[in-house]
Structures are given as C-alpha cells and as structure tokens.
C-alpha cells in the first residue's frame, strides 16, 4: 500500500515529527524522535493485522470499518543503532520502569551498540533533553 512520508511540527514539543500517510484510505501514522509523542489515525485491526468490519463479513468498504485515533504522550523515546545495523530504531518509553530497562538493555549490548539515547520532554518546563547513553557516530 502507498504511504507519503512528510514532517510537521510536533504539536507538545514543536520538533519536527514525521507522518506517514496512506493516501488509499486515509490511516496516518505521526512520531517525533524528540518526545516521543505518537499519533494514529487507522482502522480498527485485529491482533493479526486485519481490519475489523462492522458487521463481521470481509466487506472491506470504509462505511463498515471502524475509525480509530490513538494518541500516545510518553515520558520519553529512544533511539538505538547496533553496529551491523543501517537503521537507527526508534520506539516508545512510557513509564520510568521502561526507561530503566532501556538503561539496562543498553548496559549489557554495548558492544554491539553504535548509538543508543533516551531524549524525554518535560511538560512543566517544555523542554527536550537528549541524553546520549552511547554515541559512535560522531568521531571526536
Ligand atoms: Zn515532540
């Protein structure tokens, strides 16, 4: 399925968020590297992906699915990069118990780590700290 990339302003943290669009039914996908912060704007899928219908018959037409909006607010994200990797993987951390974990996961692949950060936005102060836990990619 065709989907158009683009970025807009984060609307917690102002970043830069990424969007991706899939123009054939309208379902968004947006996520910003800086806070975290996720928005999703998509049918209704069941635990295997499929879309689910109103009326439970594969009658895949839009009047019969379900709209769903899911917006997401975590404490902070992550970025990770292990060394024969060419993508930087980036995720959600909800809860300081899954920002320890990360730590933790960071602490014991190090060495196969290129990069790894945990950048959090603070509400009250609004602003973005970006803490980097391993960084090879820039030779100092
Ligand atoms: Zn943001």
């Known amino acids: 399925m065709g989907s158009v990339l683009d970025t807009m302003e984060c609307p917690r943290c102002k970043g830069e968020a990424t969007t991706d669009f899939y ?7 947006v996520f910003c590297p800086s806070c975290g912060y996720r928005r999703e704007c998509t049918y209704l899928r069941d635990e295997n992906g499929n879309l689910v219908t109103k009326d439970g018959t594969d009658n895949y037409e839009f009047k019969n699915l379900f709209w769903t909006e ?3 607010q975590p404490l902070a994200c992550y970025g990770i990069k292990f060394k024969e990797s060419i993508a930087t993987q980036m ?3 909800e809860t300081t118990e ?3 974990e990360f730590r933790a996961e960071v602490e014991s692949r190090k060495d196969e780590l ?3 950060y945990i950048s ?3 509400t009250e102060s609004e602003t973005t700290t ?3 836990l391993i960084d090879l990619t820039t030779p100092s």
């Open 120 to 122: 959090s936005y603070d």
């Open 91 to 93: 995720g959600c951390l």
């Open 98 to 100: 899954k920002i320890e």
């Open 70 to 72: 899911k917006e997401v």
């Open 130 to 132: 970006l803490e980097k």
């Open 23 to 29: 123009y054939k039914t309208g379902e968004e996908y």
């Open 114 to 116: 290129e990069l790894a």
